[in-house]
T-cell receptor, first 114, second 113 residues
């Protein structure tokens, strides 16, 4: 069975600073994908970034980067230069290779202060 | 733009009065999902379709049904909504198996009076 753990229920960051949201996972599958989604108060789940288990380099998408440490089974999201609009819930998810049913973490609420 | 569309965005119904939520996609994806999400919780998968094959999660109440008449459309029917069914309902799609990204619609927020 797959498991995703997000240990930070809430995080606060000052505008323009960087913030790291933690995600650890557990799986016995050798092939899997890791995802981060942002969910603002409006409710839509917005795809942010994807990391494949065999990818050699950490994924980056604009201000988002994924700090992938395979041996530690962690896939932390780093948001650089935080903006007020980054305030939202952030969910980490994992999808085993060959499956199409992801497992979601409980989410981390991020608040960006001016 | 290709996208996942949900209607309505907000739905108010009375206790026990059937309600149907709709989802459409222009991505031509094989897989469609329905999730229920309550406040401050992760989305909970209710069921999904792989093409026409329907897959029900074991703990999805019988009160919830789904239809997928074609690739583009999927419906969630709640036959007799209870107060505990008030939640955000999210539709998502993915192309196929194997680490494919899920794309979500904006959600329908259901209120049960």
């Amino acid at each position: 069975a797959q498991k995703i753990t997000q240990t930070q229920p809430g995080m606060f960051v000052q505008e323009k600073e960087a913030v790291t949201l933690d995600c650890t996972y557990d799986t016995s599958d050798p092939s899997y994908g890791l995802f981060w989604y942002k969910q603002p108060s409006s409710g839509e789940m917005i795809f942010l970034i994807y990391q494949g288990s065999y990818d050699q380099q950490n994924a980056t998408e604009g201000r988002y980067s994924l700090n992938f440490q395979k041996a530690r089974k962690s896939a932390n999201l780093v948001i650089s230069a935080s903006q007020l609009g980054d305030s939202a819930m952030y969910f980490c998810a994992m999808l085993p290779g060959g499956s199409y049913i992801p497992t979601f973490g409980r989410g981390t609420s991020l608040i960006v202060h001016p | 733009d290709a996208m996942v569309i949900q209607n309505p965005r907000y739905q108010v119904t009375q206790f026990g009065k059937p309600v149907t939520l709709s989802c459409s996609q222009t991505l031509n994806h094989n897989v469609m999902y329905w999730y229920q999400q309550k406040s401050s919780q992760a989305p909970k998968l209710l069921f999904h379709y792989y093409d026409k094959d329907f897959n029900n999660e074991a703990d999805t109440p019988d009160n919830f049904q789904s239809r997928r008449p074609n690739t583009s459309f999927c419906f969630l029917d709640i036959r007799s909504p209870g107060l505990g069914d008030a939640a955000m309902y999210l539709c998502a799609t993915s192309a196929d198996r194997g680490a494919d990204t899920q794309y979500f619609g904006p959600g329908t927020r259901l209120t049960v009076l």
